[in-house]
């Protein structure tokens, strides 16, 4: 089945700086990959996602960048923002849709203000 | 987005008794959803895969006795946590897909004294 790495676990940064964090997933039939960020006890919230047949992805201050052959995406955030504290978690599907998730570990964004 | 409702939000019981989940898709039709079970800073696991009219598909590792899961309607998926124990305390979610994309219940926090 598949298998979704994210790295760091733990990421923080100043308030205005940017921040990266990187998935790769082993499954290469893997077409939609999808991220969330979840504050503390709540739901998951889709923020941004991405399929296979584009390179980028770009909505205000986040964007997604695939790589279908080195089989890794990671999610950028520009300018963060305290706010932008939450765990953010990527995932792969491939059905080219939001079912059947396989997730990554998450990662802890610490903003500092 | 599309709106998934989830009740409880919270549960207290005791040991040896049973919890029942609802998962509700409020504004679309779901034939499929999904319950997931999340360890405190861990990701979500998938649990099962609820399917509408017919027996859920659970994921190896996942008691199908224990966690009872029933879809008898297109708007609704419930989990019974049957005979609970403290190990089962934890947060469970459901979602549900609409128009490609999934959406995350508001979580359920069981905890079993």
């Known amino acids: 089945g598949e298998n979704v790495e994210q790295h760091p676990s733990t990421l923080s940064v100043q308030e205005g700086d940017s921040a990266v964090i990187k998935c790769t997933y082993s499954d290469s039939a893997s077409n939609y990959f999808p991220w969330y960020k979840q504050e503390l006890g709540k739901r998951p919230q889709l923020i941004i996602d991405?399929?296979?047949?584009?390179g980028e992805k770009k909505d205000q201050r986040i964007a997604v960048t695939l790589n279908k052959t080195a089989k890794h995406f990671s999610l950028h955030i520009t300018e963060t923002q305290p706010e932008d504290s939450a765990v953010y978690f990527c995932?792969?599907?491939?059905?080219?849709?939001?079912?059947?998730?396989?997730f990554g570990g998450g990662t802890r964004l610490m903003v500092k203000p | 987005g599309a709106v998934v409702s989830q009740h409880p939000s919270w549960v207290i019981c005791k040991s040896g008794t049973s919890v029942k989940i609802e998962c509700r898709s409020l504004?679309?039709?779901?034939?499929?959803m999904f319950w997931y079970r999340q360890f405190p800073k861990q990701s979500l696991m998938l649990m099962a895969t609820?399917?509408?009219?017919?027996?859920?598909?659970?994921e190896q590792g996942v008691e199908k006795d224990k966690f009872l899961i029933n879809h008898a309607s297109l708007t609704l998926s419930t989990l019974t946590v049957t005979s609970a124990h403290p190990e089962d305390s934890s947060f469970y979610i459901c979602?549900?897909?609409?128009?490609?994309?999934?959406?995350f219940g508001s979580g359920t926090q069981l905890s079993v004294l």
């Open positions: 995932a792969a599907s491939r059905n080219n849709a939001g079912n059947m998730l396989t």
């Open positions: 979602s549900a897909g609409g128009n490609e994309k999934l959406f």
């Open positions: 991405i399929r296979s047949n584009v």
């Open positions: 504004d679309f039709q779901a034939t499929t």
């Open positions: 609820s399917n509408e009219g017919s027996k859920a598909t659970y």
